[in-house]
């Protein structure tokens, strides 16, 4: 009879498969459109990314988003993607409920059309990938769960494969004993390049997310380098993960008393430096395309010019060592100051390199394909597990694995409170489990002492 080890990993992996399956599967199947969402998107918005207004007369980039504006009544821009050719320039921009739409200029920054940001294929991908569609914290905190769990299962199905001899030749005629040996073999070969997959994809998760970045922030040598300076309050999301929620430097204070104080958001500025200007100051810094103007959102924030390694934005993503965060006067348009991929600290590299990674575009075809052989064999891993249940599976019963009759064993117990001790979410749904086993022992009992 095997330990009481095995068995508590032999019933928890099974219990933690039965329930997560269909996240993962949802995760994976999300995952895999989205590392290809760049090559769906080129051909689904061709007219909008390489296409022309047909219009020969060339305006200023400040008159088309003017004219962006008045066509869409309502949103003002935030930020313009400055992409590298063929591509056009992008306008994002948003109305007063968080509504966001794409405006393409074409050579002549004449406006070519617009997107509702909120239904393009990468943005309806990420979505489902990271919230299901549905949003909200509770389904961010679901998904995230199913990624602790996950890697809960491959280790637990290693530490079953080489306990339990699976890979060992043996004469074996049995169907499921077949299924479970490729079940197991597969598995142990897609486990450290999956879990590789999922810890790079944690700095955007909803709970161990913002641990991961408070500490990249507490432990500036660690993580992000410190500024001291006046707390962002723009659309960051073309700004680099590590320094997204890092505070910009403050415009001069002498130009901002010019016109009174308290403007946010999309109120104009009369005195504000120009686009156009703050490009030709952009131009003499040798600042190479692709890069994200993003609007200062008060009268004493600044211009944010950023290259970024995991933008989300089709044709934007730089390499991750040139990635830069630039900061210049919204009056002056004189540069402040800026936070390079050489300023950062061992953990905010790591995730520099890990995101791109992670979304399939850091040494580009190659990624994809190794993320994609990667996720199509998890998937045949689920399936062949599901299979060697079936073939196991009593007619009318759950057939689970048997549940331990003596008490739980210490080693178990360690390795489980060492996994919810790195992975919280992880350790609180361990908690919940324990407290429905023991309300399911208790009625048992119960029905037994009744009878």
Same mark, same amino acid.
């Given at each position: 009879?095997?330990?009481?080890?095995?068995?508590?990993?032999?019933?928890?992996?099974? @219990?933690?498969?039965?329930?997560?399956?269909?996240?993962? !599967?949802? *995760?994976? %199947? &999300? /995952? $895999?459109?989205?590392? #290809?969402?760049?090559?769906?998107?080129?051909?689904?918005?061709?007219?909008?990314?390489?296409?022309?207004?047909?219009?020969?007369?060339?305006?200023?980039?400040?008159?088309?988003?003017?004219?962006?504006?008045?066509?869409?009544?309502?949103?003002?821009?935030?930020?313009?993607?400055?992409?590298?050719?063929?591509?056009?320039?992008?306008?994002?921009?948003?109305?007063?409920?968080?509504?966001?739409?794409?405006?393409?200029?074409?050579?002549?920054?004449?406006?070519?059309?617009?997107?509702?940001?909120?239904?393009?294929?990468?943005?309806?991908?990420?979505?489902?990938?990271?919230?299901?569609?549905?949003?909200?914290?509770?389904?961010? @905190?679901?998904?995230?769960?199913?990624?602790?769990?996950? !890697?809960? *299962?491959? %280790? &637990? /199905? $290693?530490?079953?494969? #080489?306990?339990?001899?699976?890979?060992?030749?043996?004469?074996?005629?049995?169907?499921?004993?077949?299924?479970?040996?490729?079940?197991?073999?597969?598995?142990?070969?897609?486990?450290?390049?999956?879990?590789?997959?999922?810890?790079?994809?944690?700095?955007?998760?909803?709970?161990?997310?913002?641990?991961?970045?408070?500490?990249?922030?507490?432990?500036?040598?660690?993580?992000?380098?410190?500024?001291?300076?006046?707390?962002?309050?723009?659309?960051?999301?073309?700004?680099?993960?590590?320094?997204?929620?890092?505070?910009?430097?403050?415009?001069?204070?002498?130009?901002?008393?010019?016109?009174?104080?308290?403007?946010?958001?999309?109120?104009?500025?009369?005195?504000?430096?120009?686009?156009?200007?703050?490009?030709?100051?952009?131009?003499?810094?040798?600042?190479?395309?692709?890069?994200?103007?993003?609007?200062?959102?008060?009268?004493?924030?600044?211009?944010?010019?950023?290259?970024?390694?995991?933008?989300?934005?089709?044709?934007?993503?730089?390499?991750?060592?040139?990635?830069?965060?630039?900061?210049?006067?919204?009056?002056?348009?004189?540069?402040?100051?800026?936070?390079?991929?050489?300023?950062?600290?061992?953990?905010?590299?790591?995730?520099?390199?890990?995101?791109?990674?992670?979304?399939?575009?850091?040494?580009?075809?190659?990624?994809?394909?190794?993320?994609?052989?990667?996720?199509?064999?998890?998937?045949?891993?689920?399936?062949?597990?599901?299979?060697?249940?079936?073939?196991?599976?009593?007619?009318?019963?759950?057939?689970?694995?048997?549940?331990?009759?003596?008490?739980?064993?210490?080693?178990?117990?360690?390795?489980?409170?060492?996994?919810?001790?790195?992975?919280?979410?992880?350790?609180?749904?361990?908690?919940?489990?324990?407290?429905?086993?023991?309300?399911?022992?208790?009625?048992?009992?119960?029905?037994?002492?009744?009878?």
């Amino acid at each position: 009879m095997k330990n009481t080890f095995y068995q508590s990993f032999w019933r928890t992996h099974f @219990y933690a498969a039965l329930f997560i399956t269909p996240l993962l !599967i949802s *995760l994976t %199947l &999300s /995952g $895999i459109g989205y590392l #290809f969402y760049t090559d769906v998107e080129n051909q689904l918005y061709d007219k909008y990314f390489f296409g022309e207004s047909g219009k020969t007369e060339v305006q200023s980039i400040d008159d088309a988003v003017k004219l962006a504006e008045e066509s869409y009544a309502g949103y003002k821009t935030n930020k313009i993607i400055e992409l590298e050719e063929p591509y056009n320039t992008r306008l994002s921009m948003k109305n007063a409920d968080g509504k966001e739409k794409y405006v393409f200029l074409d050579d002549h920054n004449q406006i070519i059309g617009g997107q509702d940001a909120g239904y393009t294929f990468g943005n309806i991908i990420r979505n489902i990938h990271s919230s299901l569609f549905i949003g909200g914290t509770f389904v961010n @905190y679901l998904v995230e769960l199913a990624a602790c769990w996950a !890697i809960f *299962l491959m %280790l &637990s /199905g $290693i530490y079953m494969t #080489f306990k339990g001899k699976l890979l060992k030749k043996t004469k074996q005629t049995n169907k499921r004993q077949k299924s479970r040996k490729f079940h197991a073999l597969l598995g142990t070969i897609i486990t450290i390049p999956m879990l590789v997959i999922i810890f790079t994809g944690l700095p955007w998760s909803a709970f161990m997310g913002k641990y991961i970045y408070q500490a990249s922030q507490d432990y500036p040598s660690f993580g992000t380098p410190l500024l001291q300076q006046q707390p962002p309050t723009s659309d960051v999301s073309e700004i680099p993960w590590a320094t997204r929620q890092e505070t910009p430097p403050t415009s001069d204070s002498a130009h901002a008393a010019h016109h009174g104080g308290g403007n946010t958001g999309f109120v104009a500025n009369p005195n504000q430096l120009t686009v156009e200007k703050l490009q030709q100051e952009i131009d003499a810094m040798n600042i190479s395309k692709p890069y994200a103007i993003i609007y200062p959102t008060s009268e004493d924030g600044v211009y944010t010019v950023a290259k970024s390694s995991n933008t989300g934005v089709t044709g934007l993503d730089v390499s991750p060592d040139d990635e830069t965060t630039m900061y210049f006067d919204q009056y002056s348009g004189e540069f402040i100051d800026k936070v390079g991929y050489e300023d950062y600290g061992i953990l905010a590299k790591w995730f520099t390199w890990g995101i791109p990674l992670h979304e399939g575009h850091l040494f580009g075809w190659p990624n994809k394909l190794i993320n994609l052989l990667v996720c199509l064999a998890f998937l045949v891993v689920i399936a062949w597990g599901f299979r060697t249940w079936l073939l196991r599976k009593k007619q009318g019963i759950l057939s689970a694995p048997p549940k331990i009759s003596q008490k739980v064993s210490i080693p178990f117990i360690i390795f489980m409170i060492i996994l919810g001790i790195l992975m919280p979410l992880f350790g609180l749904s361990l908690i919940a489990v324990v407290l429905v086993e023991l309300i399911i022992n208790l009625v048992s009992k119960n029905k037994k002492e009744a009878n």
